[in-house]
């Protein structure tokens, strides 16, 4: 280490060395590494040679991140034509928190910010739709959820003042095209066939500690909605989906729905 680097390692030298080295790792360029350079010690190994190694590391441990956090989109894709929309995400949207798990947070919007104008269904819109639904798939597996909280009564439906909500495990989406073939394919190891386009209802849930999709009615879509993270009475709900379906209808569809809706982690009483 140059003795100038050396004068005081708790001080700001040890800080100007900690910013010229992660900005010549995360950010390399001719001047960061001219600079990151000079602050190391003598080697066989030539400085550049040695700051490229880390800063090849340091990418492809981001690419590898957000290839496990998107397979399925990866897989559509192939890895090649992946890696370069990855490259171009992580040089616009580079890294601002040390958990790799925030590190996909911005993709999916990312992704529809440089898709070309295409009206709902087009083939174009693919990318953006199934990268939210894998965020929202890796969302459900880290957050804090159902397990170990007694369930709810199914007969809790039928009284106003009981209440449920969604946990936080549970994301709602409505989409443009049916991604469960796709996700079935690449669970099972297969090549991912091309999406339909068709209007879909989905939930992401978790429930012992598994992660699932569920394709629902529009009318549990809106009563899920309507229930909401903060909670409301099942037939509060029921009023508000009112619009998507007939609140008699949806509540009768509802008693028979709950025990599974409640097995699938979706509800949880409040």
Known sequence: MPEAARSDLGGPDLAAMQLA???AVTCPASDSWARAGALLAASPLSAERRL???ARGYRARLLDSLRREFPSLCGLMGAEL?????EGYIAACPPDAPSLHVLGARFPAWLESIQPAAGPGAAERIPAQLALLERAWSESLRAPGPEGVAPPPVDLL???????RLP????LLTLE???????????????PPTPHARPTCVAIARSGYRVGLHTLSRGRHA?????????????EAAGR???????????????????????????VAD
């Open 177 to 191: 095209f049916d991604f469960a073939p796709l996700l079935a394919a690449v669970a099972d190891g297969e090549a």
């Open 223 to 235: 009563w899920l909605a309507a229930v909401g993270h903060d909670g409301a009475s099942a037939l």
């Open 82 to 86: 992946f890696d370069l929309f990855a």
């Open 241 to 267: 989906a009112a619009s998507e379906a007939d609140t008699g209808d949806l509540l009768a569809d509802l008693i028979l729905w709950a025990p599974l809706a409640i097995q699938a982690g979706l509800i």
């Open 21 to 23: 080295l992660h900005q």
């Open 158 to 164: 039928l009284h106003p003042a009981g209440r449920l």
């Open 52 to 54: 490229s190694l880390y």
């Open 168 to 171: 936080a495990t549970t994301t």
